[in-house]
Structure formats: C-alpha cells, structure tokens
C-alpha cells in the first residue's frame, strides 16, 4: 500500500504586541547595525512582545483555528529558543531547589486551554528558526505511521528574553508565533516533499559565518528538495522564503532559475524576521493578495542557526 497524503492547512500568525520603528529600535540599541543597513535589506518595522511570554503568543496564534484543532491526535509544540519551551519560575526552582519548576511546559498548557484531551504532546527546540517546517515535515511521517492520529496541531512561539538585541545575522528580528493545522483531510495544500540540512560544526557561527554559509547551503537545500520531489525550478509556482536580506533572493533566483517575481516575502519591512514563523506570515499575506490556483506549487525554505536549513514544498489542492 502507498503511504496516504498529508495536508496543511488553517495558518494563523500572532506577534508581539508593541510595533517599533526601525530607527526607534536603532535609537534604543535593539540592533548594532546601522539603520541605512537593515532599511536596504527590505526591514522598516519590527514587533516585540513586552509582558507576553512565548505561551501567550502560542495561545494568540492557536486562538482563531481551535475549531481546526478539535480533536488533534497530537501537538507539536517548536521553540526556537529552548528556554521558551518552558513556562516556570526559575526564582521558585532557586529557592526550592525542585526541579519541577523548571518543567512547566507550554505545550501541556496548550493541550488543557483548548481541550485537545487526546493529543501528544512532543516539543521540538534544537532547530533554530526551521522549526516550523520541521514541525510540519514530524507530523507528515506521525500521520503516515499513525493515522488514527488524524489531525496533529503544529505550533511555534517564541520570544526574546528581557534585554536582548533584536539582530540575528544582520534580520531585524520580531517576537510572534505561528500555527497550522496537518491532517489526513485534503484541504488546504498537500505536503509533497520535506528536507532538512545540519551542519553542526556551525553550532555557534557568528554572523558573518552564517551569511557566508547561506547561499551554497540554501542552493543545495533547495536542489536536494526539488530532486525529492522529481520537480524542477521551473515547475515552481511561488518560492515563500523566511524574511531575510531582499538582495538575497535575487542572488538565489539566478542561481536557481526561478522566476524572481514570483518570489513573495512581502511581510519583511512590517514584521522583520519572525523567528519561526516567516513562512507562515508569507504565505498567508500570499493567500490574501493571490488566488492560488488549484495544483500550484509553492516551495518553503528556511535557515536557522545549528546551522539547520529546511524546506516543504507544496501543492495547492
């Protein structure tokens, strides 16, 4: 018997409530590079969460696709950032010395506000800002070994910590989170094909080592993805990449043959870079200005540090 297909659908995005100008957050020292830089790469805006920690945004994004949710035989939960997938009290672990208290996990939380009460919960915290994808690439492989499952909700959320700059790699990053819903029902897109990269011995690459890195990974990322899928780049509808440098994509299409303008990552200079969830922001602002026609293929990339590199592509149903 052939393996069934795996869908996604229901996108929903939360970010961080408090909106920032570029040179407001320059002004305050949210960022060390230069205003005139971070505007040439294509950012103008970006979002922080204030008083919300990672669950709150979770819960925001999952909010308004509950009803997609109802019954989920599991959920998982992506961080990029390993402490957000904890919810504790740090200051009551000190003084208790109980380590429960540093295992309060959101995705636990998330299962009893929305009364998934059938769902596993798995978290997914070491692969940086591909997480969501990888979320989406674990669920395809749980539904095809275990349909019962039905649905499974694929959630991420993060934050960054009080003081921290919101500069990665030269992005002017965003607070937010981002979730989708996979299932066996075909609605929404097919999963036609996930693959990752790691290069471990990048664990720590500075900045300039990840942008040095970026287009000959992502090129084969890319390659490799489409070879899995027996498709070619011209057999690509719309690449839905991560909020990156706008010059990037230029660079990439040339090297790759896809067509630029049909390169859409128009969410970069209102939101930055969302961590995990600039595929999902893209896409759903795609959906709001295109009708994507049926059979459509839309290819999914992302980079994130580890050095992790991932991509789905996608074929409109």
Same mark, same amino acid.
């Given at each position: 018997m052939s393996a069934p297909d795996v869908y996604v659908h229901d996108f929903a995005l939360a970010l961080g409530q408090h909106e920032h100008t570029l040179e407001e957050s320059v002004a305050t020292g949210r960022t060390h590079s230069a205003a005139q830089a971070l505007r040439e790469a294509g950012f103008r805006r970006h979002r922080t969460a204030g008083a919300e920690n990672a669950y709150d945004l979770a819960r925001r994004a999952v909010t308004p696709i509950a009803a997609a949710c109802d019954g989920a035989g599991a959920i998982i939960y992506a961080t990029c950032l390993p402490g957000n997938g904890n919810i504790g009290d740090e200051a009551r672990f000190r003084a208790t010395r109980d380590v429960k208290h540093v295992m309060d996990f959101p995705v636990s939380h998330l299962q009893a506000d929305f009364g998934l009460d059938r769902a596993a919960a798995i978290g997914l915290n070491q692969q940086a800002c591909t997480s969501m994808l990888g979320s989406m690439r674990l669920?395809?492989?749980?539904?095809? @070994? !275990?349909? !019962?499952?039905?649905?499974?909700?694929?959630?991420?959320? @993060?934050?960054?910590?009080?003081?921290? !700059?919101? !500069?990665?790699?030269?992005?002017?990053i965003s607070d937010g989170a981002a979730a989708c819903v996979v299932s066996l029902a075909p609605r929404g897109y097919r999963i036609v094909a996930c693959h990752q990269l790691t290069n471990g011995a990048l664990a720590q690459a500075s900045d300039d080592e990840t942008v040095g890195t970026y287009f000959s990974y992502t090129a084969r990322l890319l390659r490799e993805t489409l070879a899995k899928a027996k498709l070619e780049a011209r057999q690509i509808d719309w690449v839905v990449p991560q909020n990156t440098h706008s010059k990037a994509w230029t660079i990439l299409a040339r090297l790759l043959g896809l067509a630029e303008d049909r390169i859409f990552f128009r969410t970069i200079g209102d939101i930055g870079h969302v961590i995990s969830a600039d595929n999902v922001a893209n896409l759903m602002m795609l959906e709001r200005e295109t009708a994507i026609a049926p059979g459509a293929r839309l290819l999914l990339p992302m980079a994130g540090f580890g050095l992790n590199w991932q991509a789905v592509i996608l074929e409109k149903v």
């Open positions: 669920a395809k492989a749980l539904l095809r @070994d !275990e349909p !019962e499952l039905g649905r499974i909700l694929c959630v991420s959320s @993060d934050r960054f910590p009080a003081g921290a !700059e919101y !500069e990665q790699a030269y992005n002017l």
